[in-house]
């Protein structure tokens, strides 16, 4: 069973960074990629971002590009999300999910994920 750890989050003014990273417990050759997805009071689950293990290949939901930056280190089996230029509606639990294939960008594709960590951008 895959452990997905994640860590970093917390409060931020509004334009401000933060970085929250997920390090998993080990990695087969399996696995295609690992994705930041994040969930806010009252709203579904929406994707953030994703890394691709083979190729390094990156995607951002539309919300996101140009202000946050996904980034995988395999030495540490770890995925890191740098969050620069944060606005208050970026506030949610952010959870780190891994897939062995299909679409980055949709969670039923994810087959673990983490216990999620809150990241909250005051106005």
């Known amino acids: 069973q895959v452990q997905l750890v994640e860590s970093g989050g917390g409060l931020v003014q509004a334009g401000g960074s933060l970085s929250v990273s997920c390090a998993a417990s080990e990695r087969t050759f399996s696995v295609y990629c690992m994705g930041w997805f994040r969930q806010a009071p009252g709203k579904e689950r929406e994707f953030v971002a994703a890394?691709?293990?083979?190729?390094?290949?990156?995607f951002y939901a539309d919300s996101v590009k140009g202000r946050f930056t996904i980034s995988g280190d395999n030495a540490k089996n770890s995925v890191t999300l740098q969050m620069n230029n944060l606005k208050p509606e970026d506030t949610a639990v952010y959870y780190c999910?891994?897939?062995?294939?299909?679409?980055?960008?949709?969670?039923?594709?994810?087959?673990?994920w983490g216990q999620g960590t809150q990241v909250t951008v005051s106005s």
């Open positions: 999910a891994e897939s062995k294939g299909g679409s980055a960008w949709l969670a039923a594709f994810y087959d673990y």
């Open positions: 890394y691709t293990w083979r190729g390094g290949s990156t």
